[in-house]
Nanobody, 119 residues
Framework: QVQPVESGGGLVQAGGSLRLSCAAS????????MGWFRQAPGKEREFVAA????????YYADSVKGRFTISRDNAKNTVYLQMNSLKPEDTAVYYC????????????WGQGTQVTVSS
């Protein structure tokens, strides 16, 4: 199994950029699809982006398409979320999650990192 740990959150002005990192323990990181989710105050958690095990496929929510980029480095057991052109509505706690091969749900979740975008 893997245990994701997020980092890189913070306060940024609208239009700025941040890069989130998610380091996952375990020797089988490359067998997990990885995803980023976020939860704003008073709202449900929502999907942001996902990447396949070999990084050949990426998926994005419409709200972040063209602004966010997900990537992974299996040698470093790390997945990244590059966030550009940030908007106040991107303010949320961002979570990293791992999904085992063959599973439809994400099995392992990090504790989250706060991203705040000021207008």
């Amino acid at each position: 199994q893997v245990q994701p740990v997020e980092s890189g959150g913070g306060l940024v002005q609208a239009g700025g950029s941040l890069r989130l990192s998610c380091a996952a323990s375990g020797r089988t990181f490359s067998t997990y699809a990885m995803g980023w989710f976020r939860q704003a105050p008073g709202k449900e958690r929502e999907f942001v982006a996902a990447i396949s095990r070999g990084a050949g496929n990426t998926y994005y929510a419409d709200s972040v398409k063209g602004r966010f980029t997900i990537s992974r480095d299996n040698a470093k057991n790390t997945v990244y979320l590059q966030m550009n052109s940030l908007k106040p509505e991107d303010t949320a706690v961002y979570y990293c999650a791992a999904r085992r091969l063959g599973d439809s749900e994400y099995n392992y979740w990090g504790q989250g990192t706060q991203v705040t975008v000021s207008s």
